[in-house]
């Protein structure tokens, strides 16, 4: 087994992990629909976690052609995936219970600062991977162009007060995540 095969399969552990949070969370709130109070912004969240989470393991491939990897190089993409993996768990409520409603707009409203704490921490821990393989600022702002807008739009989403602001910033993030889950899955093929 190389080292990226190493790498690469806890990657894919943890990242099957966080997608088996998303969809079984999902399908728990469609199970429970009739107590479930909707919100569009909870749901721009998600469903930019999970596109999100989907594209990052495939931008791990890209890495398959490095030969030796140090430490540091190891646990770097554990950490990233890891900081991944509690942004998807902490987005998914748990299911309710015994007729219990869940209002997702109230959810979002105590939750989502942890979740979109999270999603900061992943966006600065990508642009300064990026960093770390960039030939100097300009390779390293065409390569973090995604991070470096997901982190703005975070902070304005954890910042604000405004509900209209917040909303503004989590549909910037899904607009964005459908493109980078595309992009990176494109780099599967070769």
Request: proline share 2%.
């Amino acid at each position: 087994m190389s080292s990226f095969e190493f790498v690469f399969g806890m990657i894919s552990v943890i990242t099957s992990l966080a997608l088996t949070r998303l969809l079984s969370g999902c399908a728990g709130l469609y199970r429970h629909s009739d107590h479930i109070r909707f919100s569009w912004r909870h749901a721009c969240w998600t469903a930019m976690a999970l596109m999100l989470l989907l594209g990052n393991w495939a931008a791990f491939w890209q890495m398959r052609n490095i030969r030796v990897w140090s430490g540091l190089e190891a646990l770097i993409p554990l950490l990233f995936v890891s900081v991944l993996y509690a942004f998807c768990d902490l987005v998914m409520p748990d299911e309710p219970r015994d007729g219990q409603r869940l209002d997702l707009r109230e959810y979002h409203a105590r939750h989502g600062r942890r979740y979109k704490t999270l999603q900061l921490l992943f966006s600065m821990i990508a642009a300064l991977v990026v960093a770390r393989r960039s030939h100097g600022i300009g390779d390293w702002l065409a390569g973090s162009g995604f991070a470096l807008v997901a982190a703005g739009c975070s902070l304005v989403a954890l910042r604000t007060k405004q509900v209209w602001l917040d909303t503004l910033a989590a549909a910037v993030l899904l607009a964005m995540a459908p493109v980078f889950l595309w992009m990176h899955l494109r780099g599967l093929s070769g």
